[in-house]
């Protein structure tokens, strides 16, 4: 399974000037965390390497991380002839995952800022910015700015240009980021996350707008969270026995609608939903 970090949803308050970056920097400098200690020690030499910032762009940003950022680090450790040492606060339930494959992709780092801070206000378990008060039917780009802490020019001027790099698609009310490496939901490791992930991956390369997964989520007694999804299960039970390649096989097969649901390619599949309840999978979050 490819390496992955994870981000707290709270990002988009970071403050300070160029926001975008800052947030950029913050995750190569997780990357190289250790998740058991919830510390990083790197130079600034290497976060500018790792995630293509300047590093006199890096020299500027790292000072003022404790200071902009609080909420994400214990403390900072600023150290002369050794690598800064970085005390992340442990994430809780409010955050989302980034494969490391994100780092090696050749994009302008503004534009990868502004990927990881629209992530940060998406619909819970998906890509997509939905507008709480649209525009003619549209995006709202003032709203969106202001949940972002940006201004609308900053925003319109790096939407643009994700959109012309195939980073970021334009939905009905919102948009959708294409970018393969943020995960729209978590990384699981049970058959249900890999076959939804199929579809994500299918749709995205189809220009088709992925169905939401809207998982009934519960927490049992000793605290494990537990997922059940009947629909997705229904989908899983008529394609148990097939391939990844086999799977997109069929969808590229039977699916004609650009705009889909769950439920739009379990009947699409003839797959039976059963009606009655089943007992919840245990999904394991990897």
Not at 151 to 157: A, E, P, S
Request: aromatic residues 8%; proline residues 3%.
């Amino acid at each position: 399974m490819e390496s992955y970090i994870t981000l707290t949803k709270d990002i988009h308050k970071i403050k300070g000037n160029n926001k975008l970056e800052t947030i950029l920097a913050i995750a190569g400098i997780k990357s190289t965390g250790n998740y058991k200690t919830n510390i990083a020690e790197t130079t600034r030499e290497y976060i500018a390497e790792k995630t293509g910032i300047s590093f006199r762009t890096v020299k500027s940003i790292v000072p003022r991380l404790m200071e902009n950022a609080d909420f994400i680090f214990d403390k900072i450790e600023t150290r002369i002839k050794s690598p800064n040492r970085y005390y992340f606060k442990k994430d809780k339930e409010n955050y989302f995952f980034v494969l490391n494959s994100f780092f090696s992709e050749v994009i302008d780092t503004k534009i990868k800022g502004l990927l990881l801070l629209i992530k940060s206000v998406c619909k819970q378990e998906t890509n997509k910015y939905i507008s709480e008060k649209t525009y003619k039917g549209e995006l709202n780009h003032s709203e969106l700015a202001n949940k972002l802490g940006i201004d609308v020019k900053t925003l319109d001027k790096y939407l643009e240009k994700a959109i012309k790099e195939g980073q970021i698609k334009m939905i009905p009310k919102g948009l959708l980021i294409l970018n393969k490496s943020i995960i729209p939901d978590f990384k699981g490791t049970d058959q249900s996350s890999r076959l939804y992930h199929i579809i994500y991956g299918w749709c995205l390369d189809n220009d088709v707008i992925p169905p939401d997964r809207n998982d009934k989520i519960t927490q049992s007694a000793n605290g494990q969270t537990k997922r059940n999804n009947p629909v997705l299960n229904a989908i899983l039970c008529k394609t148990a026995n097939m391939s990844d390649d086999e799977i997109r096989s069929l969808l590229t097969k039977r699916i004609v609608s650009k705009d889909i649901t769950l439920e739009y390619i379990a009947k699409a599949l003839n797959a039976t939903i059963q009606k009655t309840e089943t007992k919840p999978l245990n999904i394991v979050i990897a």
